[in-house]
């Protein structure tokens, strides 16, 4: 199968699944609050020692089954040393949309956008500008009250790279998060 075919079929199993989706005709707004973390990388030979952390907002409006967002985030980095400490890391912009589908209770959503480094490496200088990718291809939510939403994105798939020239700087991430939502009418 080739990779467009793929990618088609998973759009459309998305699609049907999102005839399930709770039903709404009109906009509502959300607000989340994020933290991630992750042990796998895509570091070769490290997996243990290059840690990742951070957290991340994300605002937007939805109706139906989708919905669009403004992600912001903080990836907290700590070096690869032996005894390294956590270093700022990098700010991430992402817009992005998201699809939910199970009533509601799964959610897939895709965020790009820039990459800013915040700290000053052996190579870079703070301020660098590259790209940002966040993918989260299943995500469970639990719905605790008409405005409030627990949710775990188990394993998804961040790409950080604040730097692209020279020698680039990319961060390849396997992540978990946990996600507190709030719904606005």
């Not at 998305?14 to 707004?29: D, F, H, Y």
């Not at 609050?33 to 570091?43: A, D, M, P």
């Not at 800013?116 to 990718?133: C, E, R, S």
């Not at 790279?161 to 998060?177: E, K």
């Amino acid at each position: 199968m080739t990779r467009s075919a793929g990618l088609r079929a998973v759009l459309l199993l998305m699609l049907c699944l999102s005839g399930n989706a709770r039903a709404q005709s009109t906009w509502s707004g959300f607000a989340n609050v994020e933290v991630h973390g992750t042990l796998l990388n895509g570091t070769p030979g490290a997996p243990l020692l290059d840690i990742n952390s951070g957290w991340a907002v994300r605002g937007g409006v939805r109706r139906g089954s989708w919905g669009t967002f403004l992600q912001v985030e903080q990836s907290l980095w700590r070096g690869t040393e032996y005894g390294a400490h956590m270093v700022p890391g990098a700010l991430n912009l992402g817009i992005g949309s998201e699809l939910r589908f199970a009533n509601g209770l799964v959610r897939s959503s895709l965020a790009l956008g820039p990459s800013l480094l915040l700290f000053d490496t052996q190579l870079d200088k703070a301020g660098h500008i590259g790209v940002f990718l966040d993918a989260r291809p299943l995500g469970l939510r639990w719905r605790l009250s008409p405005h409030f939403t627990l949710g775990l994105d188990p394993l998804s798939f961040a790409i950080v790279a604040p730097v692209l020239s020279g020698i680039p700087l990319v961060r390849v991430q396997y992540r978990t998060t946990l996600v507190m939502e709030f719904d606005f009418p």
